[in-house]
């Protein structure tokens, strides 16, 4: 007949359950710096404390990186396969879709993927706040809208690995200096050449900006077209999204924010 346990035996199932738990979860986080690893368990645990040995017992949960330390991946730390075995894959993907990776048409097929892959995927080994660290302080006293519109930029959604692209325009009010122009779209490209959510890129740009410029304000819009909307599921084509992000006076004055949209799309009218 079954016994039921007393409560002493099912807490100390639960306790091990937990300690088994934590185990697993920490054996994902290979490669982290201890710092890191403390961080990531707080999201997994919820409450860290008396669990982490490089913390006080009682001692107030450790506050999230910030956004800037996670924004270029460690790829040794997340354990990058080898190029073979990126071809390996490649080759897999092939057989999958029904064809036969070894005939002449497809037989380099994994070499040019994968050395694309270098190409559209370079912003992963991009420090884009390195971008703007040179400032030129030789403005004459100028103070005003600095804007970059147009900005063309290409892009892969992070859902279904499918390129959306489109336009991207900027705009800061400097307050030490200014940054040269080319900075601003090689932060688009350093962003966009990622597996991303459109959402995501434009706020990425906008805490690049915000944080190593620390303008007054920065604006950022980007309208693109995304092929997993044309190409498969509603297979819309020609539909554009648009998303923005403002901080500093462009959150703070709607003013501010009309003028910024009136000087991206005064040049269309």
């Not at 290979?30 to 490089?54: F, I, K």
Request: with cysteine; net charge neutral; charged share 25%.
């Amino acid at each position: 007949m079954y016994a039921k346990p007393d409560s002493t035996t099912m807490k100390a199932r639960v306790a091990k359950a937990g300690d088994a738990m934590d185990a697993a979860l920490k054996s994902l986080s290979y490669g982290m710096s201890d710092d890191e690893r403390r961080t990531s368990a707080v999201g997994l645990d919820g409450m860290q404390g008396a669990n982490d040995p490089g913390r006080p017992e009682g001692s107030a949960n450790i506050a999230p990186l910030p956004d800037s330390a996670q924004r270029v991946p460690n790829e040794i730390a997340l354990g990058r396969p080898s190029r073979q075995e990126a071809e390996a894959a490649v080759r897999t993907l092939l057989r999958w879709a029904g064809d036969d990776p070894t005939r002449e048409g497809l037989i380099d097929t994994p070499k040019r993927v994968v050395k694309a892959y270098e190409q559209l995927f370079g912003g992963y080994r991009t420090d884009a706040d390195a971008l703007l660290e040179r400032v030129f302080e030789e403005v004459e006293g100028y103070s005003d809208v600095v804007l970059v519109r147009d900005i063309p930029f290409y892009s892969h959604c992070e859902h279904h690995m499918v390129p959306f692209m489109g336009l991207a325009h900027i705009a800061y009010y400097p307050t030490k200096g200014v940054v040269g122009l080319s900075k601003l779209a090689r932060v688009v490209d350093a962003f966009a050449r990622r597996l991303q959510t459109q959402e995501t890129m434009t706020a990425q740009i906008a805490d690049t900006i915000e944080s190593i410029l620390q303008p007054r304000g920065c604006a950022v819009m980007i309208e693109a077209e995304h092929l997993c909307m044309a190409m498969r599921g509603v297979q819309k084509a020609g539909v554009s999204t648009i998303t923005t992000q403002f901080r500093g006076v462009y959150k703070q004055d709607p003013s501010e924010q009309v003028r910024f949209l009136t000087l991206v799309r005064g040049h269309k009218a």
